[in-house]
């Protein structure tokens, strides 16, 4: 017996058996048939894989890249027979089901990786570094994995390598694949130039889900002299400890493995959690959904416990969810007020992100009114 998951074919009338890799958890598909580029053509692939049928790629890498491609573009076209969505709730249920559907179909093209997480194919590229940084020290056995996460390795690394440049850092940002990058940049220009409590600036703050450690370094960059900054995932707290230390700020942040809250209290604590109560489906979309809430609701109520006396809560949250009636304004003020929280500011921005202007999206009319607000939260006196 193994403590993985294997997948089996049948290949030259012989049984073989490899181990199956899937960031996102996903089982092993349960019907496998070998292609290449002289014997599948897109039609039958895409048959196949709907019916459920994983694809093991034995031809050349690049040709079997084009097959992902062109599967793409069948699923895309392909007319929608269902209702438009009565409302916008429906509409957000709708996106997730095609996204789901289309990362499931997708997900049947597999690629073959050896001991040294090398893949066995004519023109295949040099994963061995992508794959160490995701799945860890050399695997000394055979898998298999999708060539879509493949290529989801290959893109990481890639960002690891050239970082992404945040403003009020000082410098660029690396983020570790499953670690949210921080792509997004007006919540950052929210924590850069909302104003900070003084005591903060000598008494330390606290950041609450650091991930990357992108708000950290802000904080840090803005003088705070102590932030403990925490999360429960370790590639987060690995990927937080080399950008602190390559932004030169480590003297002045501390990580700490821990849910939510650090012990003791801080005259400022920021958050900035998943803005859409929804179930990921997938472990990179755990910094774009946080399932009931949980993140949001648990800041909210150990945030005055854990606030010195006239101390802020930092609350960044985009209003997309409410746009999509997911969470309603009186919803949210109210879980405030339950946690005996008050409003002392509220700062906003408009997005500029590209999905911002795509009129094609399915979500286009919610995101064009999406607004992203820094709540700054006090105790109720």
Known sequence: MTDFPTLTWTENHTEHTARWRSENGAPPPKRVVLADDNTMNTDAAYRLACEGTALLW????????????????????????AQPPANAKEAFHKHRQAQAQRARILGMVLIPLDEAFAIPLRRAPDVAAACREAYGSMPQQKSVVSLREILGLIGAHEWRKKGVDVPHTGGRIHPHYGVFSPARGEYIELVATAPLPKAA??????????????????????????????????????????????????????LQKTDLFPQGQAPLIVCNPPWLPAKPNAAIEYALYDEGS????????????????????????????????????????????????????????????????????????????????????????
């Open 58 to 81: 034995r031809g050349d890498f690049q040709n079997a890249r084009q097959m992902l491609q062109a599967l793409g573009r069948r699923i895309d076209k392909k007319p929608s027979k």
């Open 294 to 381: 949980r993140m949001l609701k648990g800041f909210l109520n150990g945030l005055a416990e854990h606030l010195s006396e006239g101390g802020e809560g930092w609350l960044i949250l985009s209003d997309l969810a409410e746009h999509l009636e997911l969470r309603s304004r009186a919803e949210l003020l109210d879980w405030m007020a339950q946690a005996q929280l008050r409003v002392i500011d509220k700062h906003d921005i408009k997005p500029a992100h590209s999905k911002v202007f795509d009129k094609a999206d399915s979500l286009h009319r919610a995101r064009s009114k999406e607004i992203t607000s820094l709540w700054r939260l006090g105790r109720l006196v």
């Open 201 to 254: 600036l000598t008494d330390g703050a606290f950041d609450i889900g650091t991930g990357t450690g992108v708000l950290a370094a802000v904080l840090a960059r803005r003088g705070v002299q102590r932030i403990v900054a925490t999360d429960l995932s370790d590639t987060a707290l690995t990927c937080a400890a080399q950008n602190i230390e390559q932004l030169g700020v480590s003297a002045q942040v501390e």
